[in-house]
Every structure is written in structure tokens, then in C-alpha cells.
């Protein structure tokens, strides 16, 4: 599960389905790390299938590496199905090298909402971990169905057990930076001791990567690749949540009138070489005759319309005035930091809280505004 912007959902892979409306995507990365589970799982399947020849051990791991995807996209799902009943939107659940992400779109408000999204993942595993073990009780040890129902149980107690640990980007550093939010009131605080459950987490899977190599341990090739790869992942990703969540800090002093630009209203026919002048640094909003805004002047746009046509209507180099980009004047800074961050466009309309526009916010003045430190 991963917070931020992610806007071109073709690049996320191959479209599997929609999960009330959330599309669920399949990573080219997937399929390298399902060859990679092939090649170093094939091996150890003659130690619980001793008759086995190539193609079955063949076999068997690549339904091992079947089974780990749909139980990862079964885990992504509880995080999805989550977030949709707290009310907070998800973009896609993508498949990948290393596992899956439920790319939620904003940051939950709420510790409790935190810790109730990164719980519903681990919590989907066990049961299904637990319905596994049911089925084994009732099946003779042996065979590749008892293998298959076997290497189910496997998958989904790793998946759990390697999600609860307590560092970011895993869900039990999610449930670690609520638990500590809940308690200290300020998320960033959560963050930061997260940030280090997860080094320590990295370090702990390398340690025992190296354990698994001086005992020679049967799996130790594919241990040590798991947890190379795995510890990388933690790393980084711990790493960009320290990042994400610098980046929703608001600077003592500054308000958000400080950075608002002047707004100028202009008929949508106007000339767009005329607009350009009248706009002299300001926003403007381009309005048609019957009161609605046609969007907000691109500068750029009109730049290069007014080189080739500076008579025509300056409403053909608009920007559309979507909701994600409209801020109240009354919303925290750290809000207005997310909102902006996480939304794809330059500029944004600010509106009081009657609705009525009282300036706009360039991405780039808000940019200047942060610390070196805070900056996108």
C-alpha cells in the first residue's frame, strides 16, 4: 500500500479487471520476478515430491509463483476494499516485482484510519493462510495438490508475517506511524520512527540472508535473493515516505495569502494576445457569456496560440478548472501542501468559502515558498 501521485495508469502494466472501479494492473516486473521464484523454487520441490522429474518440479513452482501473485493481489485487495469504505479514493492495485501496491490517493486524515487500511491486508492473509492449514488437516501428506494447497499456506503466511513487521513502507510500519501518531498527535513523528522500524527491518533480512550462506542452507540462494532484493525495496521505500511526508510540511509563518496571485476575469472570447497582456503576472479565469468558467489562462499555451493567431479566443489555450484542482482559502497549509502535491496540474483556483474565486496558486511559487528540505 503506497500513498501519493501516480497519474498515467498506462504505465502501470497490463489491465487485468476493475475492482469497483479501482483498475487492477499486472507489472512487466511481475513476470521477471515469477521466472526468478521458477528457477530457485523448482529445485526444492524434489524434497517434498522425491519421484518428481523436471516437468513436474517445473510445474509446481511456477503454480507456487501463481499462488504468491493472487495472494498478494488478495492482500492488496483488503487495503482497497478498506480505504473504499472510509471514503477515501484509490487509483489502481499494481502487481509488481516485489509484491503489490494499493496506490491510495490521499493521505488518511485519522490515525484509526491509517491503521485500519494497513491492517486489512495482513488480516486478509492470515485467514486465508488459516483456510489453507483447515484443508490440510483433512488431506493425506503427500502429492501435488497437497503440495499446491501447501505452498498456498506458505505464500500467505509469509505475506503476513513479512507485511506485520514493524518498518515503511510494510503495512506493520503503517500500524507502527498510527500507533505512535495516535499517541503523539503529530503524524511526522509516526513517520520518522517508522522510517527507522524499516531500516532495521532491511538489515534484520540481510543478517539472516548471510545466516542462511555460512549454515548452507538448502534455500539459500533463493533466500538471499529474496531478501537482497526485498531489503532494497524497504530502503527505498522508507525513503520516499520520510520524503512524502516532509513534503506536507507547512513552514511556521507562511499563509497561504503570501503566495495566492491576484485574479483577473476575462470574457472566454477574448483575444488570447490581449489576454496575455492583461494578465501582467496575474490568474485568470476565462468566463463565457453564460457566467461559466471556461478554465484558467495557460500561459504557455497562450504564448504559443498567440504566435500563430493572436486574434483568437483566448478560451482555446484554457486550462479546465477540475475539482482536484480548486483549494479552499481556509484549508491547512499541510492540506494544501497534499493537495498540490498530489494533483496533477500547475496551477490552482482558491476559492473563499462562498465560493467565490480569490486567487491562484502556481505550483512553482509554493515550491520557492518550502525549504530546500520540503521541496518536490
Request: aromatic share 6%; charged share 20%; with cysteine.
Amino acid at each position: 500500500m503506497t500513498y501519493g501521485p501516480d497519474w498515467a495508469e498506462r504505465d502501470g502494466g497490463l489491465l487485468l479487471f476493475r475492482f469497483r472501479g479501482v483498475p487492477v494492473l499486472l507489472s512487466p516486473s511481475w513476470w521477471i520476478g515469477s521466472v526468478a521464484i521458477v528457477v530457485l523454487y523448482a529445485p526444492l520441490v524434489e524434497r517434498f515430491l522425491p519421484n518428481a522429474d523436471a516437468v513436474v518440479s517445473i510445474s509446481l513452482a511456477a503454480a507456487f509463483a501463481v499462488l504468491l501473485g493472487v495472494s498478494v493481489l488478495a492482500h492488496e485487495l483488503g487495503h482497497c476494499v478498506v480505504a473504499l469504505q472510509l471514503g477515501i479514493p484509490v487509483r489502481r492495485l499494481r502487481l509488481f516485482l516485489l509484491g503489490g501496491l494499493a496506490e491510495i490517493s490521499r493521505t488518511p486524515r485519522k490515525p484509526a484510519q491509517e491503521g485500519l487500511i494497513a491492517a486489512a491486508g495482513p488480516a486478509v492473509s492470515a485467514v486465508l493462510a488459516g483456510l489453507c492449514g483447515v484443508l490440510l488437516v483433512f488431506m493425506p501428506s503427500e502429492g501435488p495438490i497437497w503440495l499446491l494447497v501447501l505452498e498456498c499456506a506458505v505464500a500467505n503466511v509469509a505475506v503476513a508475517v513479512f507485511n506485520i513487521l514493524p518498518g515503511l513502507p510494510l503495512d506493520g510500519g503503517r500500524l507502527l506511524r498510527a500507533g505512535v501518531w495516535a499517541v503523539s498527535g503529530e503524524r511526522g513523528i509516526g513517520t520518522r520512527a517508522a522510517v527507522v522500524g524499516g531500516w532495521l527491518v532491511a538489515g534484520l533480512l540481510m543478517l539472516w540472508a548471510l545466516w542462511g550462506l555460512a549454515n548452507e542452507s538448502p534455500d539459500r540462494w533463493l533466500r538471499l535473493g529474496v531478501c537482497a532484493l526485498t531489503a532494497w525495496f524497504v530502503v527505498s521505500g522508507a525513503r520516499g515516505e520520510l520524503a512524502a511526508d516532509q513534503r506536507r510540511n507547512w513552514p511556521d509563518g507562511l499563509a497561504l495569502a503570501d503566495l495566492v496571485r491576484p485574479i483577473l476575469q476575462l470574457p472566454a472570447e477574448s483575444p488570447v494576445a490581449d489576454a496575455l497582456s492583461a494578465a501582467a503576472g496575474r490568474g485568470v479565469v476565462l468566463v463565457r457569456a453564460d457566467g461559466v468558467a471556461a478554465g484558467l489562462l495557460d500561459p504557455v499555451a497562450a504564448e504559443r496560440l498567440a504566435e500563430r493567431s493572436p486574434m483568437a479566443p483566448a478560451e482555446q489555450a484554457a486550462e479546465p478548472i477540475r475539482p482536484e484542482s480548486v483549494l479552499l482559502d481556509s484549508e491547512s497549509g499541510e492540506d494544501i501542501a497534499e493537495r498540490v502535491a498530489e494533483t496533477a496540474a500547475w496551477q490552482f483556483l482558491v476559492v473563499n468559502e462562498e465560493g467565490r474565486p480569490a486567487g491562484v496558486l502556481h505550483r512553482d511559487d509554493l515550491r520557492a515558498s518550502l525549504t530546500p528540505r520540503h521541496r518536490y
